[in-house]
């Protein structure tokens, strides 16, 4: 057993880069993957959790109360391992070298390295295994690799989706393992069989020979032109491949009849092979805005909305009583495979793919006329929501689609609810069977929506979930569902079984899974010895609305299941809301709406239920990547109130490189994992100058370090607060000298430690270590323009590069996919402008203003400057929009002019901005409003300055606009003027290529200003 006061290994030293690297290599991970079971949002990699538990479960051998018997039997089993270890080497390396090659996906059943690790637990805990307990489980990461590990897991969420896969997962798959598969195997081919073969005239076989795999259609609307009147084919892209070497595309027609007065006019499509991008035609509806492709006139998001409310999202076509189409949906384009062949084809649909819409529709009718008892055998229930907050998954709410039936068109409906039937035929006593058997009836749910998406690149469906939304798709992609494609039967039944059978060879110990409330955990007093979860974070993700649309399915193929209902509101159909710990003021509890603060309130009860169920000599590790100072303020404040004190911090990189998100802004790629332990009844309180005199060289000694592992920019100041939390949480509470407490937050404005709270001087400390590192000392220690310093604005651009530096550990490819930017996101708000893309590097806010303020930066005096803020977001402006303030209206040509008719002397910059009558603006979404003359703008901490005054604004040029005005004579090619205002450049002084060498140094290598100040630095005069 490990003692009480010794340490464990992750309170000591971790793996990072290693880890991390596993960890974003495994989103590219298929087969087999648990992962690939069922979807689930936000999953923590197993790597990480693999890696960290097995951190935690471990003593760190340096210790000095470290068990001696623990050591000898770790020698032994890491020699089965390593059979090259000798005498000199130590023990504590060669265990971080083996929790992060075990966090490799590849070796993860590897029995060498099973053995090894269940062997350590043991060693470490003796023979009653370890209790781990996660009360937020969600996909199951954690407690699935405490049981890899040889450990107790009690696994526990609210939502009843997750619970399912979790039982699947962690019960069902351990009991039974290849049993399970092989069943799962006989059933799944049997169900297919007998589903194919009562569907088959819905999914029609081409008189060729050639079998669709996938149906491409477009909701439409009219257009409303009082000349026109045609019908307008919401289409997003016209590419139906990309592939170099078979590039095919639609192409629009418009037919107006000859001698019919008052007929609309018709398009039509043909296929072709474009030879070039510009020979595509663009699409006829950007965000929600629809062109017609006959007028031109464009038809206004707010009408598209309404037609298609009107056709209650218009997945569907409508027919006459002859049975023609005569409005909603329209079939655009059939992809098909032909037997034996390699390769997809395009055509055009026929009056045989017509029909068998129309004979699905009248099926549907038919078969839905009866229904289970108490369910209908589409889903009815209803969306909830009677309005759309900022956080929503639910945009195609807007459209009509009232319940969750109404996503899918009828075909869709026709198909699912005729699998669920045959899943609820199976043999009744089998249940892990059949909630394997309804685990597939969800995968296929995802891939037959009219929200799912036809990938141009890949020549494949996208499932509805591609994102953590529920979005409109304006064209969508229609799967059939017995086609060896992606989005198919056999697919999904491959994809369950590959999981089954991995998990069932590690041989895994069984799980307990429960549905319960993290903030009323059903376990017992000082019962886990690890408690360790990924909690939710604020409204990142919507896990109970998301999980609705699996939920009513799941219904329909496992009913009376008791897990599928909201054990605190029996009037609810849907997964339980009233206490799902999530920001989303659409929903109230007790006429509260579920604002900021009863997440907060929340969680807070949340790490005070942990404290209890964990043992007075347990561990604990909480997973956070909110990229806010509030949200970790208050994920500490709730930690820190709920008896923890943090002992570890430590980033783990668990996405993919390639993100959308993070290119030109700091969206974390990082998670970071807080280690913490009970804080003792009998905590002392601290003194606020021994915490104050201890924080900078902590910050200081961490940052080294993890810079030296590869973390950078917006993840280390993040990772930097861990290590603050250390010297601050081990007290009961922190005073001045005059007994006021100083709490984790305040008012970072404010001068008084008492006010202000400790994080903002962590913030500062890390921000002059930063600049110091970048630009200097004198930067490092100075406010407002002291003597041998660079100016504000060069200290605020060099902070916001350096904040936005990407993090170069598990940088991930994504398998040489093209990335469809433009089919990430069809929301109408694109269309309004008011999120349109604006070229820039970007930060949050409030993280500019942590930075800015006690270094002496004032943001509102760079405002329309350097930077541009709008709702919350600092936007760093791009060299080419300042031409204009930095030339006039002649630009950079008339300068040019005038530096090579004067080639000599000093040269002058005039500024060409008038801060004189310039108003400071006000900045929506700050939490407060700082305008010229405020009293507590760009007051300083006391940690090693002066609160300073507001300076006047600058009306002379900076060392920044001259390395600015550099790079845009760069750019327009006036290579004699550049030389001219480089010479004297030289001539003033160093700041200038002082200035310019770090910037480069910032700019990501792709950027365009890295590339001309790059070509500007190779002009410099030798």
Known sequence: MIPKDCKRLAEVDFPIAVVSKHSAREKSIRHGHPSTLHLWWARRPLAACRAMLLGLLLPDPGDEQCPEDFKKKAWELLRGVYESLGPDDDLQHVLLRFIGEFANWDLSADQRYLEAARGLVKAAHGDEPPLVVDPFAGGGSIPLEALRLGCEAFASDLNPVACLILKTMLEDIPRYGLKLAEELRRVGIEVKQSAEKELADFYPTDPDGAKPIAYLWARTVRCESPNCGAEIPLVRSFWLCKKANRRRALRPKVNRTVGAQHAAPIVEFEIFEPKTENEVPKGTVAGAKATCPCCAIVLSQDRVRVQLREQRGGADPSFDSRGHRIGGARLLAVVTLYPGQQGRHYRLPTERDKDAVLQATKTLAAVTAKDLPGLSLVPDEPILQSKVARNSPFRFHLYGCDSFGQVSSARQKLLLSTLARHMREQNNSNAPLRACLSILVNRLGNAS??????????????????????????????????????????????WILYVVENLARVNLPIGQVQQADAVESPLVDGSAIIWFTDPPYYDAVSYADLSDFFFVWFKRTLPGHPLLRDPFDPQNLLTPKIREAIQDETKQVNGRPKDRAFFEEAMARAFAEGRRVLKDDGIGCVVFAHKTTEGWEALLSGMIQGGWVITGSWPISTEMGARLRARESAALPTSVHLVCRPRPEDAPIGDWADVLRELPNRIGDWMERLMAEGVRGADLVFACIGPAMEVYSRYAKVEDAEGREIPLGGDPTASEPYKRGVLAYVWETVGRIALGQILGTAEARTRNGAAGALEEDARLTAL???????TDIGAAKTNGEEIEEEELDDDEDKASGSSARKKGFSLIYDVARRFAQPLGIHLDQWEGRIIATEKGIVRLLPVAERAKQLFGEDGAAAVADRLEAQPTGPVQLTLFVDDTTRAFPDIKGRSRRMKTGAAKVGQASNLSEEAGKMPAPHKEATTLDRVHAAMLLQASGRANALRALLKDEQDRGPDFLRLANALSALYPKESEEKRLLDAMLLAVPR
Not at 800 to 806: C, R, S
């Open 449 to 494: 929506t009219s929200l799912c998406r036809w990938h141009s690149s890949g020549e494949k469906i996208e499932g509805m979930f591609s994102r953590q939304a529920i979005s409109m798709v304006w064209d969508f992609c229609e799967a059939v569902p017995f086609a060896e494609a992606t989005g198919g039967f056999d697919g999904a039944l491959e």
């Open 800 to 806: 916001f590069l350096w904040t936005l530096q990407a």
